[in-house]
């Protein structure tokens, strides 16, 4: 029998990997419908559903490897990070889904999510109040009115798999739906600053720089005490609270 590898485990899901196949069992059968809805429209390469029976959806491994990975080296070359921007490009190109995905939620609703997390990160000691009070400023730019796309809601660099600089799959699509474009791109590069210009090179277009920058400061400010009640290190080197150090 093949080895059970725990990809990811907390209390909302968790993804085995037993040989070339993946088990994700989640709690709400919604993200699960989501993610199946999600794959059959995306225009990019998805890994293939093999079987679902809830709470259970087994999918296809998909070959290549990750770019890098949050808080480590990017072991991928320039053309895999452009190849990567081309992808998401085509993605953001697609006619939009049905349902409105993660990077698609109100202005008004995320200006007062990040508020109170601002607040809460402050009062429990979790971050100093002028390293949230600077990214908060930083924020803004991200809270404006937006064109929607097809956005996969949380295109971390974890989910992206190359070989021989060419898309491979995108995995983890729960999260889908239209949305900001912009958040995409800002997810992807989130602990990679220094590839934003090849993954911009691949997707073409003007593309506001100041806007990624405030999505990398929104979406630290409100991962850091969810991924600390979860099991993960937002202090480690090169993730959530050093990209928050960035922005000093």
């Known amino acids: 029998m093949d080895e059970v590898q725990v990809v990811v485990a907390h209390s909302e899901r968790a993804t085995l990997r037993v040989g070339d196949v993946f088990l994700k069992v989640d709690a709400d059968q919604a993200r699960i419908d989501a993610e199946v809805e999600a794959m059959s429209f995306a225009p990019v390469p998805t890994p293939e559903v093999l079987w679902r029976k809830p709470p259970v959806l087994a999918i296809a491994a998909v070959p290549g490897t990750t770019l890098g990975r ?3 080296p990017s072991t991928g070359s320039p053309a895999g990070w452009a190849a990567a921007g081309a ?3 085509k993605l953001h ?13 109100g202005v008004g ?9 601002c607040e809460v990160l402050v009062a429990n000691g979790l971050l100093p109040a002028e390293l949230v009070t600077r990214n908060r400023q930083v924020a803004e730019a991200a809270l404006r009115p937006r ?3 097809f956005t996969h809601g ?10 021989d600089d060419q898309v491979t799959g995108i995995i983890d699509w729960s999260e ?4 900001d474009a912009l958040y995409d791109l800002a997810t992807f590069t989130l602990g990679h600053e220094e590839h934003l210009d090849d993954v911009l090179a691949g997707y073409g277009g003007d593309v506001d720089l100041e806007v990624i920058h405030a999505w990398w400061s929104l979406r630290s400010l409100l991962a850091v005490r969810w ?9 480690l080197p090169g993730c959530e609270v050093d990209v928050l150090r960035s922005r000093m």
């Open 70 to 72: 949050l808080g480590g």
């Open 87 to 89: 992808a998401i490009r």
């Open 93 to 105: 190109d697609a006619p939009l889904p049905p349902g409105v995905g993660r990077a698609g939620r």
């Open 109 to 117: 609703e995320l200006a007062a999510e990040l508020d109170a997390e």
């Open 147 to 149: 064109t929607p796309a």
């Open 154 to 163: 949380d295109l971390q660099i974890a989910h992206v798999f190359v070989e």
């Open 176 to 179: 889908a739906g239209r949305g």
């Open 227 to 235: 991924l600390i009640e979860h099991g993960f290190d937002p202090y």
